[in-house]
T-cell receptor, first 116, second 115 residues
């Protein structure tokens, strides 16, 4: 069964500092991996995805993530935090190998706070 | 493309009442998913449709929950005899038939409060 662990339920950074949000996954088959962002009282917006192509994936708003199979990790980074990055971030995994249901399994989320 | 839409955005109901939520997926997306998100948690899978067929239901979907997608377009999620534990955000997502089928696009959600 697939699972996701997000280390750190709350990360606080200063504006302009590096953002690093950690995600480790467990999957019995090569996974698809995703990062979504959620602003208060809103749905989830797709930031980026790994689908077995390049291991370094670039997303929207300057975010990127690197797939490391040996470490079963998919950490999210951004070189310089902006106040507008303050939100909750979810890492998710999907297997869907050989089937049509690509249901997502999410981590518990990491709340990012950006201090001025 | 317009995105996934959900209606209503907010619903307050009393315990024991029935509620129904609607999801309109992105045009031509044949896959549709429902998830439930409680406070401080990530979304959890509830059920999956491919076209009009409901192909998988989570054990989270008790007998009081029913979902339909009658014409393979919009979907409804009904909760009968609501309980306070049903209070959550209900999220709908859709994905295309072939290319990019694994990538889900989410709606804004319906927040349910059961008093």
């Amino acid at each position: 069964a697939q699972s996701v662990t997000q280390l750190g339920s709350h990360v606080s950074v200063s504006e302009g500092a590096l953002v690093l949000l950690r995600c480790n996954y467990s999957s019995s088959v090569p996974p698809y991996l995703f990062w979504y962002v959620q602003y208060p009282n809103q749905g989830l917006q797709l930031l980026l995805k790994y689908t077995s192509a390049a291991t370094l994936v670039k997303g929207i708003n300057g975010f990127e993530a690197e797939f490391k199979k040996s470490e079963t990790s998919f950490h999210l980074t951004k070189p310089s935090a902006h106040m507008s990055d303050a939100a909750e971030y979810f890492c998710a995994v999907s297997e869907g190998s050989g089937g049509s249901n690509y249901k997502l399994t999410f981590g518990k989320g990491t709340l990012l706070t950006v201090n001025p | 493309d317009t995105g996934v839409s959900q209606d209503p955005r907010h619903k307050i109901t009393k315990r024991g009442q029935n509620v129904t939520f609607r999801c309109d997926p992105i045009s031509e997306h044949n896959r549709l998913y429902w998830y439930r998100q409680t406070l401080g948690q990530g979304p959890e899978f509830l059920t999956y449709f491919q076209n009009e067929a409901q192909l998988e239901k989570s054990r989270l979907l008790s007998d009081r929950f029913s979902a339909e997608r009658p014409k393979g377009s919009f979907s409804t999620l009904e909760i009968q005899r609501t309980e306070q534990g049903d209070s959550a955000m209900y999220l709908c997502a859709s994905s295309p038939p072939v290319k990019g089928a694994h990538t889900q696009y989410f709606g804004p959600g319906t927040r349910l409060t059961v008093l």
